[in-house]
C-alpha cells in the first residue's frame, strides 16, 4: 500500500523554497517544479518545512498511569505538535527500570505508528536512588536505551551518580539529571523570592538546582563522562553550564518551552496548571535561559510534557500535581519566545528542536536534514497562523496546559512519520489508519533487512 506524497512549495528552515517528494518512507527528491503522476500533493505554499521534531523529555505514563496518559495518546499529542520522536521518562507504574519494561514502552510505540519512542531507562531501581538500576541490561535490549534518567527526582547521592557515570560510558550512554537539592526543597511549592513570601507559600531556592549542576558537571568531568541537565529553570544555572562548556565538560542542557515564556507571576492567582517542577521563575531568569539558547549554552528544548487528570489539578495549589502538558504547544511557544523577538532563526529551531537532541539521545537512522535519501520525518508549520490555544488543540489525555485561552502564534499543519501523515490539514490522523501504515512500514522495513 504504498503511497506517494508531493509537498509543493515548501519553504526550508535555510529559507529556499523546494517541493519534497516522498516516497516508499523516505524524501526521495527535493526539487524545484517536481510533478508526480498518481502522488497526493499536499500545497505547502507559506508553510516551513522543518525535519520532525525529537523531544528528549516526555512522560507518556505508561504503564500504570494510563488515566493520565497512554503511548498511543501522548504519541497523538506528538504528532499534533510536530514530533516524530519521543523519548519516554521512566517514571510509569512500574518503573522503566529493567529491559523488560523499556522494550514494554518501546513495542507499544511501535504499534501506535505516531512516533518514534526511545524509552528512557531508570538511573536507580524503583526510582528509590539507593541501588543503580540494570543500565547495561537496558541499554542491550530492544529497546537499546541510551538515555537514563529518575525524572520526577533527583540522583541525589553523589556516590550513586559518580557509579551511574561511569557506568554508563561502556555503551555511549548519558545520564539526564533531574538537578534539585532534595533537603533544599522539602515542601516547596514555588520559586524562592518576595512572592513566595507574600502569597505564603515554601519557596524553591534556584541553589537547589544551581549546587547539583555545579556537582554534577565537576562529577561528569572527574570520570570523564557524558551528563544532561533536564529543565533548567535559572539565571545561575546557565552561568555554571556555560562555565563548565568553557572547561571542556562534555554536559548539555534543556531547557522548555514554559520556562522560555511563563513567569512566577502567574502563581498570584493560585491556578495549579502553572504548578511546575522546576517552578516558573522570574523574568531575569527567563532572559538568562532565552540568551543561553541563542548562544547555544542551552543546547536543546525539551517539553518535559506532564499530563495529570483533571482531580490533580483542580484542587488548592498545596495539593495539587506539578507539571504541564507540553508537546501539542512546543513549537508556538518557542516561536512566541525565541523566533519573534529575532533571538532564534528556523534553523537554530530544527537545531535546538530535531537535530541536537537526536545526537544527545543517540537516535540513529533518523536523517534530520531534508534532503533527498533521507527518513521522511517531518512536520510542516505555518508561522502566519495564530490561534487563540483551546483543549481543541490538545490531542493527548492531559488538559493541563499553561496555554488555554492564550494567543499563540503559528500552526502545526502537517506531521509525516515514516513518510506518511500523522497530522494532515492540522487535523491528527486516525489511529487505525495510523497502526496500519506502521504495520505495513516495519513489513517493509523487515522484508529490506532480509533482502
Ligand atoms: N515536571 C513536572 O512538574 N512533573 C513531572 C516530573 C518532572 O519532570 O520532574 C511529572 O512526571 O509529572
Ligand atoms: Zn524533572
Ligand atoms: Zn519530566
Known amino acids: 500500500m504504498n503511497e506517494t506524497y508531493l509537498i509543493a512549495g515548501a519553504t526550508l528552515a535555510d529559507g529556499r523554497t523546494a517541493d519534497l517528494l516522498v516516497d516508499g518512507g523516505r524524501i526521495a527528491e527535493v526539487g524545484a517544479g517536481l510533478s508526480v503522476p498518481g502522488a497526493t500533493v499536499v500545497d505547502a505554499a507559506g508553510l516551513i518545512a522543518l525535519p520532525g521534531l525529537v523531544d528528549l523529555h516526555t512522560h507518556l505514563r505508561e504503564p500504570g498511569f494510563e488515566q493520565s496518559e497512554t503511548v498511543l495518546t501522548g504519541t497523538r499529542a506528538a504528532a499534533a505538535g510536530g514530533f516524530t520522536s519521543v523519548f519516554a521518562m521512566a517514571n510509569t507504574s512500574p518503573v522503566a527500570d529493567t529491559a523488560g519494561v523499556v522494550e514494554q514502552v518501546l513495542s507499544l510505540g511501535d504499534a501506535a505508528g505516531y512516533a518514534t519512542v526511545r524509552p528512557i531507562g531508570a538511573v536507580t531501581v524503583g526510582l528509590e536512588g539507593e541501588r543503580l538500576a540494570e543500565l547495561g541490561a537496558m541499554a542491550d535490549s530492544r529497546a537499546r536505551v541510551r538515555v537514563f534518567s529518575d525524572d520526577g527526582k533527583c540522583v541525589s547521592d553523589p556516590l550513586l551518580m559518580r557509579r551511574a557515570l561511569e557506568y554508563v560510558k561502556a555503551f555511549d550512554g548519558v545520564i539526564a539529571q533531574h538537578a534539585q537539592e532534595p533537603r533544599l526543597t522539602i515542601g516547596a511549592q514555588m520559586n524562592e523570592g518576595a512572592l513566595s513570601g507574600e502569597l505564603g507559600?515554601?519557596?524553591?531556592?534556584?541553589?537547589?538546582?544551581?549546587?547539583?549542576?555545579?556537582?554534577?558537571?565537576?562529577?561528569?568531568?572527574?570520570?570523564?563522562?557524558?551528563?544532561?541537565?533536564?529543565?533548567?529553570?535559572?539565571?545561575?544555572?546557565?552561568?555554571?553550564?556555560?562555565?563548565?562548556?568553557?572547561?571542556?565538560?562534555?554536559?548539555?542542557?534543556?531547557?522548555?518551552?514554559?520556562?522560555?515564556?511563563?513567569?512566577?507571576?502567574?502563581?498570584?492567582?493560585?491556578?495549579?496548571?502553572?504548578?511546575?517542577?522546576?517552578?516558573?521563575?522570574?523574568?531575569?531568569?527567563?532572559?538568562?535561559?532565552?540568551?543561553?539558547?541563542?548562544?547555544?549554552?542551552?543546547?536543546?528544548v525539551a517539553t518535559d510534557h506532564a499530563p495529570h487528570p483533571v482531580e490533580s489539578k483542580d484542587c488548592e495549589w498545596d495539593a495539587a500535581a506539578f507539571g504541564m502538558v507540553g508537546l501539542e504547544s512546543a513549537l508556538s511557544v518557542v516561536h512566541a519566545s525565541v523566533v519573534e523577538n529575532g533571538m532564534l532563526g528556523w534553523s537554530d529551531v530544527a537545531r535546538v528542536l530535531s537535530?541536537?537532541?537526536?545526537?544527545?539521545?543517540?537516535?540513529?537512522?533518523?536523517?534530520?536534514?531534508?534532503?533527498?535519501?533521507?527518513?521522511?520525518?517531518?512536520?510542516?508549520?505555518?508561522?502566519?497562523?495564530?490561534?487563540?490555544?483551546?483543549?481543541?488543540?490538545?490531542?493527548?489525555?492531559?488538559?493541563?496546559?499553561?496555554?488555554?485561552?492564550?494567543?499563540?502564534?503559528?500552526?502545526?499543519?502537517?506531521?509525516?512519520h515514516h513518510g506518511y501523515p500523522t497530522v494532515l490539514d492540522g487535523v491528527v490522523v486516525e489511529a487505525d489508519v495510523v497502526a496500519a501504515r506502521a504495520r505495513s512500514f516495519a513489513g517493509a522495513e523487515e522484508g529490506a533487512l532480509r533482502g
Open 201 to 300: 507559600l515554601t519557596g524553591w531556592p534556584a541553589v537547589a538546582e544551581e549546587s547539583i549542576i555545579a556537582r554534577d558537571v565537576l562529577l561528569a568531568e572527574h570520570v570523564g563522562s557524558r551528563l544532561h541537565v533536564c529543565h533548567v529553570s535559572t539565571a545561575g544555572s546557565v552561568d555554571v553550564i556555560r562555565w563548565a562548556k568553557a572547561r571542556g565538560i562534555d554536559v548539555t542542557a534543556e531547557v522548555t518551552p514554559h520556562h522560555l515564556l511563563l513567569t512566577e507571576d502567574l502563581v498570584q492567582g493560585y491556578d495549579a496548571r502553572y504548578k511546575v517542577n522546576p517552578p516558573l521563575r522570574r523574568r531575569e531568569d527567563v532572559e538568562a535561559l532565552r540568551a543561553g539558547l541563542a548562544d547555544g549554552t542551552i543546547d536543546i
Open 355 to 416: 537535530s541536537a537532541p537526536a545526537r544527545i539521545g543517540r537516535l540513529s537512522g533518523h536523517g534530520h536534514a531534508l534532503e533527498a535519501g533521507a527518513p521522511a520525518e517531518f512536520t510542516l508549520y505555518d508561522p502566519q497562523a495564530s490561534r487563540e490555544f483551546a483543549t481543541a488543540d490538545l490531542a493527548g489525555k492531559g488538559v493541563n496546559s499553561p496555554y488555554l485561552s492564550m494567543t499563540l502564534p503559528g500552526r502545526v499543519v502537517a506531521t509525516f
